[in-house]
């Protein structure tokens, strides 16, 4: 992952409409990637290194943390 730390993808429709084969995105997620679907970036903000993200679905607002 080019020295990431933490890696997490953001994709505003379902698993069956993202543009990557089903097999992509299972090695993403062995790897550790975050894959968070149907959901889109409301903030983004960072310092020091470190991010936080404030992400939107159905459900309510998640933030997620990096760095």
Do not use: F, S, W
Not at 22 to 32: L, Y
Not at 37 to 52: D, I, K, N, P, S
């Amino acid at each position: 992952l080019l020295g990431a730390e933490d890696v997490t993808i953001v994709y505003r429709r379902t698993q069956k409409e993202m543009p990557a084969r089903v097999e992509e995105v299972h090695h993403a997620k062995q790897e550790g990637i975050e894959v968070h679907l149907e959901t889109e970036v409301r903030a983004c903000q960072g310092r020091g290194g470190r991010y936080r993200t404030t992400l939107a679905t159905d459900g309510g607002d998640t933030t997620v943390e990096h760095g």
